[in-house]
């Protein structure tokens, strides 16, 4: 158990459909992360919120959104998705305390894995 | 701009000892990162190195040199729970940016 809890773990949603998936951490931490996992590729970043601000955004397709409502709670707004964006979606938190500090490591969650038909 | 490389499968033998090598090429540095990700699990941290030199945990070691863009994870006394991938990380300069290489698929043999 890393303090990150993501929901669901598995779903199948068709390209019409809209959906959403959570996160949530317990570790008082002030970052928030959503990474993609395809197979065989390194983990994207997609997007980073720190105290409830977006700090980064990688050039993701609209069809994904991102909510952060407070810095313990992260969700993925999806619709209109394509097959190619089936993967496992991982969250991930850090303590985010400032820039100068050393050592800050990412906890994640188990990930959703998504299949889109 | 931002690349970082790992063998993509190792295989070894239970008892063995076994390192997984990194390189990196990134715009700025601020510590390297090594995870274990079991399948359908969260990747967990491993070890994390920002000066140069070697970090002992109990069977795990991560070796760094910052000039040669190089890092090494080197598994001790394997066992075959240690069967996993292996995720390097670099975070760069710009707070919160963690950049990940595409893992090694360690497979340890009885």
């Known amino acids: 158990e890393t303090g990150v809890t993501q929901t669901p773990r598995h779903l199948v949603m068709g390209m019409t459909n809209k959906k959403s998936l959570k996160c949530e951490q317990h570790?008082?931490?002030?970052?928030m992360y959503w990474y993609k996992q395809s197979a065989k590729k390194p983990l994207e970043l997609m997007f980073v919120?720190?105290?409830?601000?977006?700090?980064e955004n990688n050039s993701v397709p609209s069809r994904f959104s991102p909510e952060c409502p407070n810095s313990s709670h992260l969700f993925l707004h999806l619709h209109t998705l394509q097959p190619e964006d089936s993967a496992l979606y991982l969250c991930?938190?850090?303590?985010?305390?400032?820039?100068?500090?050393?050592?800050?490591?990412?906890?994640f969650g188990s990930g959703t894995q998504l299949s889109v038909l | 701009g931002q690349n970082i490389d790992q063998p993509t499968e190792m295989t070894a033998t239970e008892g063995a000892i076994v390192q997984i090598n990194c390189t990196y090429q990134?715009?700025?540095?601020?510590?390297l990162f090594w995870y274990q990700q079991h399948a359908g699990e969260a990747p967990t941290f491993l070890s994390y190195?920002?000066?140069?030199g070697l970090e002992e945990k109990g069977r795990f070691s991560s070796f760094l040199s910052r000039s040669k863009g190089y890092s090494y994870l080197l598994l001790k006394e394997l066992q075959m729970k240690d069967s996993a991938s292996y995720l390097c990380?670099?975070?760069?300069?710009?707070?919160?940016?963690?950049?990940f290489g595409p893992g090694t698929r360690l497979s340890v043999l009885p």
């Open positions: 991930a938190s850090s303590p985010d305390r400032g820039q100068g500090a050393v050592g800050e490591k990412l906890f």
């Open positions: 919120y720190s105290l409830e601000e977006r700090v």
């Open positions: 570790l008082g931490h002030n970052a």
């Open positions: 990134t715009s700025g540095f601020n510590g």
């Open positions: 990380a670099v975070r760069d300069n710009y707070g919160q940016n963690f950049v």
């Open positions: 190195n920002v000066l140069d």
